[in-house]
């Protein structure tokens, strides 16, 4: 049996990792980040682990042959978790309002917070075609909720969350039809302490910050507790449903 997490050298992509290796030691990890050698170390030496260069930007970073190899040797995928995101960086900051919106911020927000998403699953989808109940999560944001939405700004990363939160309820709709049992959800980890939050930190002095081995026990709580009633769900952290 294998576990997918795409995003593994981030924080709760890589705190999610240590935690299945510690609780579900019998079921190797397929990691993807954009480059392996930045990952942690513990995870790059662990026997347990193969590490795939792959990027949400460029689909044809991942090598297609080395992933059938490494699946093949693993067994069924039995959870997916996408755990790729992008706030900021050197090129792009939250927008405050709309004069600082920006065509290239845009594309880039929704190529690694939904497109990547889409097309992994597409991917992957020839391993999820077994009997055993699958788990396909995207670590999405509280943010990306229309519904929830009272403040604005953050036009990039709002959007390309709400684009996510809909490629998954697509994706609860027709993969049932073709990968059944599984659900697929999307997931809110709560404000977690990353380089995605650190530039936040006087804004977030007033909420509860976790560290990310504290996000990754909470969202594989609500991963265990998923079943085929959970499908096309959004979950916070605590377990409580989010409106989309």
Known sequence: MTIVIAGISGAIGAALAKRYLETCPAQAVIGLCRDPQRAPDDLRNHPGVRLLAWDAEDEKRLDKAELRTALDGSGPIVTVIYAAGLLHDDRLFPEKRLDDVAAVNMARAFAVNATGFALLIQTLL???????????????????????????????????????????????????????????????????????????????????????????????????????????????????????
């Open 126 to 244: 020839p391993w999820l075609r077994h009997r055993e109940f699958k788990r396909v999560a995207a670590i999405s944001a509280k943010v990306g909720s229309i519904s929830d939405n009272g403040f604005g700004g953050w036009y990039a990363y709002r959007s390309s969350k709400a684009a996510l939160n809909m490629l998954v309820r697509n994706l609860s709709i027709e993969l049932p039809r073709r990968c059944k049992p599984i659900a697929c959800v999307a997931l809110h980890p709560g404000t977690t302490e990353s380089t995605l939050s650190a530039p936040f930190s006087q804004s977030l002095s007033k909420l509860t910050v976790h560290k990310p081995l504290q996000t990754a026990d909470n969202l594989i709580r609500v991963l265990g507790a998923l079943d085929d009633s959970s499908n096309g769900r959004f979950f916070s952290w605590d377990g409580s449903e989010l409106p989309w």
